[in-house]
């Protein structure tokens, strides 16, 4: 799992590195610059067209001389414009400087005329995690001569004039690929940046993630490969107990929908036996359409305790007698999930969020998360609110949308890494419940529940989104869990 770090500790991360590697910072500079050299020859492997490469005064520019090198010699056509005399230059850079085959073009910025083309490439390596104030005089001028050319644009390791944990301030470099160095920075996770940002891409440059654990700092990003291990395993003896009998909440008239969803996904998550407790009216809707689910009566409501999951709240409407609902928490004593109008009834009643079994998890999107927590004035407050709010009702707390974070009650938080805009469609996140309900109602732990639940999920919407795209609904992504299993190699 890969630590998130912030932009100042970077330093002391690479250089505490060298010094245990014995190695010298330009070594890991030509790490960073191969691993980019690799990644850019298997995503642009035909390139027609010149590399432009913009490299500001400091070491994401000695990155940048780097790649002029390596990409040189490889037989494309380079040119490399600077901003600073080479004296100015950090140490690293004018080493590579220094090194540069005489086929690359150097030129000042203030002599280049921007005649670039749409084939062309432009690399930005103005500044990396070190920039300290927003960008002016030529940085500002040839980032917005450059955001106005139509061509292919890749920022190495961060948009320069972005800084790497706050939101921008002033104007930035807009990429359609960011492709950044060991760990995803921060800022690169927030909304507010998406337009700069383009496709986000980690390569690793050779530091070990256990090493890069020594400075972390509570936010982890999980991967396909960090997965498998939050997994149980079955044997070939297990049963339909051992996979769990969930009970969902929620389906009002016109909104039974959100329960075929919900109850089907925690179907298709491995769940052995769904109870759905549904309005009298609707009942034959979901008994038709999804067959293997069973509708709860006044037995079960009776016998809460014995399932091994709740899921509460899709399309359950605002009209549910509150009495009812505040029952059902202070009668389950285990964690349960809370999602949709779930929400929206604790947030009209806040008081009730004490009666929340403690390690439950609540799947708020961005709005159900201002209706709970209050207005945020960016994304970086926002998940700071997210993580109080965890650490205050000792819930998970799994925020939806780009980059799912997933705030512990322990004031940890998890950054997702599936998943794509094609979900942002009616029933996705009704999905999600059922998933991770399911996942809990199969013996896993809640923060276990709520990554596997999260990745799978996104994993499922690339899945679908292969052949539909834009075309794709949340039944889609139901039908690819079942795929994401496989793909992932659980049993
Ligand atoms: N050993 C290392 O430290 C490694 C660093 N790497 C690269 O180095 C980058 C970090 O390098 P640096 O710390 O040199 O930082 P930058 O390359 O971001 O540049 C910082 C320099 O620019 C100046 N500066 C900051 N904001 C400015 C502004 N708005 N206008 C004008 N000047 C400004 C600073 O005073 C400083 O001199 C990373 O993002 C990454 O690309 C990689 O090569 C991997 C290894
Ligand atoms: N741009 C995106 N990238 C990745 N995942 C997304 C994106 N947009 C939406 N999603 C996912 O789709 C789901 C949408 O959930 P939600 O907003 O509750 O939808 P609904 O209420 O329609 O069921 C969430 O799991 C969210 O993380
Ligand atoms: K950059």
């Given at each position: 799992m890969l630590s998130i770090i912030s932009g100042d500790k970077v330093k002391l991360l690479d250089a505490a590195f060298i010094?245990?590697?014995?190695?010298?910072?330009?070594?890991?500079?030509?790490?960073?610059?191969?691993?980019?050299?690799?990644?850019?020859?298997?995503?642009?492997?035909?390139?027609?067209?010149?590399?432009?490469?913009?490299?500001?005064?400091?070491n994401n520019g000695g990155d940048g001389v780097a790649i002029a090198r390596l990409l040189a010699e490889s037989g494309k056509s380079v040119k490399l414009i600077f901003f600073q005399d080479?004296?100015?230059?950090?140490?690293?850079?004018?080493?590579?400087?220094e090194r540069l085959p005489s086929k690359v073009k150097v030129?000042?910025?203030?002599?280049?005329?921007?005649?670039?083309?749409?084939?062309?490439?432009?690399?930005?390596?103005?500044?990396?995690?070190?920039?300290?104030?927003?960008?002016?005089?030529?940085?500002?001028?040839?980032?917005?001569?450059?955001?106005?050319?139509?061509?292919?644009?890749?920022?190495?390791?961060?948009?320069?004039?972005?800084?790497?944990?706050?939101?921008?301030?002033?104007?930035?470099?807009?990429?359609?690929?960011?492709?950044?160095?060991?760990?995803?920075?921060?800022?690169?996770?927030?909304?507010?940046?998406?337009?700069?940002?383009?496709?986000?891409?980690?390569?690793?440059?050779?530091?070990?993630?256990?090493?890069?654990?020594?400075?972390?700092?509570?936010?982890?990003?999980?991967?396909?490969?960090?997965?498998?291990?939050?997994?149980?395993?079955?044997?070939?003896?297990?049963?339909?107990?051992?996979?769990?009998?969930?009970?969902?909440?929620?389906?009002?008239?016109?909104k039974v929908g959100a329960m075929v969803l919900s109850s089907k996904a925690a179907l298709r998550t491995g769940s052995g036996l769904v109870h759905v407790q549904i309005a009298e009216s609707e009942r034959a809707i979901i008994q038709t359409a999804v067959p293997e689910v069973m509708v709860a009566g006044a037995q079960e409501i009776k016998k809460?305790?014995?399932?091994?999951?709740?899921?509460?709240?899709?399309?359950?409407?605002?009209?549910?007698?509150?009495?009812?609902?505040?029952s059902l928490l202070k009668r389950y004593h285990k964690p349960l999930v809370i999602d949709a109008d779930?929400?929206?009834?604790?947030?009209?009643?806040?008081?009730?969020?004490?009666?929340?079994?403690?390690?439950s998890v609540l799947t708020p999107h961005l709005k159900e998360f201002q209706r709970l927590a209050g207005e945020a004035k960016d994304h970086k407050e926002r998940l700071e609110k997210a993580r109080s709010f965890a650490r205050e009702h000792g819930?998970?707390?799994?925020?939806?949308?780009?980059?799912?974070?997933?705030?512990?009650?322990?004031?940890?938080?998890?950054f997702n890494s599936s998943g794509n805009q094609y979900m942002a469609t009616a029933g996705s996140g009704d999905v999600l419940t059922g998933m991770i309900t399911s996942f809990l109602g199969q013996g896993y732990p809640p923060l276990n529940a709520a990554i596997c639940?999260?990745?799978?999920?996104?994993?499922?919407?690339?899945?679908?989104?292969?052949?539909?795209?834009?075309?794709?609904?949340?039944?889609d992504i139901i039908e690819c869990v079942p795929g994401t299993f496989v793909e992932l190699n659980i049993e």
């Open positions: 010094k245990a590697r014995q190695m010298r910072s330009l070594d890991l500079m030509e790490n960073a610059a191969k691993a980019f050299f690799v990644w850019f020859e298997r995503m642009f492997s035909a390139i027609q067209g010149e590399i432009f490469i913009f490299s500001g005064p400091g080479k004296e100015q230059c950090s140490p690293d850079y004018q080493a590579n400087f030129l000042s910025v203030l002599d280049f005329d921007f005649q670039i083309t749409e084939n062309d490439f432009v690399l930005d390596c103005i500044f990396g995690v070190g920039i300290n104030r927003p960008i002016e005089g030529v940085y500002l001028e040839a980032v917005n001569k450059l955001n106005h050319i139509s061509c292919h644009k890749i920022s190495v390791d961060i948009p320069s004039g972005i800084p790497s944990d706050n939101i921008l301030q002033g104007e930035a470099f807009k990429a359609e690929h960011t492709l950044t160095f060991q760990f995803p920075k921060f800022s690169l996770l927030f909304p507010e940046h998406a337009e700069y940002t383009g496709r986000i891409h980690v390569v690793d440059i050779g530091i070990p993630d256990e090493f890069i654990l020594n400075f972390n700092e509570g936010k982890f990003f999980l991967r396909r490969e960090d997965i498998s291990r939050f997994h149980k395993k079955f044997h070939a003896f297990s049963h339909k107990g051992d996979f769990g009998r969930i009970m969902l909440f929620g389906g009002s008239v016109g809460l305790k014995s399932f091994d999951a709740l899921g509460i709240g899709p399309g359950w409407g605002t009209e549910v007698d509150l009495a009812f609902y505040c779930g929400l929206n009834l604790l947030a009209k009643k806040p008081e009730n969020l004490k009666y929340v079994p403690k390690g819930v998970y707390l799994v925020l939806k949308g780009a980059f799912t974070s997933i705030s512990t009650p322990q004031g940890e938080q998890f639940g999260v990745f799978h999920h996104g994993l499922a919407g690339e899945m679908a989104a292969l052949k539909k795209r834009r075309g794709v609904i949340a039944s």
